[in-house]
């Protein structure tokens, strides 16, 4: 059974920062095969970053230079390293395992 579980959302003030974290199982863990999305309130889901098998990085235009996504293969988890958050980075923010099987997701709030 594949589960992923996000954490560390919170309420952030613009300019500060968050560690996301997604906790894999059930899964042949790869961070080649997982990528965070995000929607924000009447948008669509979109892709925030995704790392290819040759270790090669893509990120959302909109959060290039200030997000980094990171993972570890043996403790089966990804990481995403915000900074210089913006209000318009709030959403919900999900990650997956190949587009297939999501997390529950974590609300990342930014505002004053």
């Known amino acids: 059974q594949v589960q992923l579980v996000e954490s560390g959302g919170g309420l952030v003030q613009p300019g500060g920062s968050l560690r996301l974290s997604c906790a894999a199982s059930?899964?042949?863990?790869?961070?080649?095969?997982m990528a965070w999305f995000r929607q924000a309130p009447g948008k669509e889901r979109e892709l925030v970053a995704s790392?290819?098998?040759?270790?090669?990085?893509n990120y959302a235009d909109s959060v290039k230079g200030r997000f980094t996504i990171s993972g570890d293969n043996a403790k089966k988890m990804v990481y995403l390293q915000m900074n210089s958050l913006k209000p318009e980075d709030t959403a919900v923010y999900y990650c997956?395992?190949?587009?297939?099987?999501w997390g529950r997701g974590t609300q990342v709030t930014v505002s004053s």
């Open positions: 790392i290819s098998l040759g270790g090669n990085t």
């Open positions: 059930g899964i042949i863990f790869s961070i080649a095969n």
């Open positions: 997956t395992y190949r587009r297939d099987y």
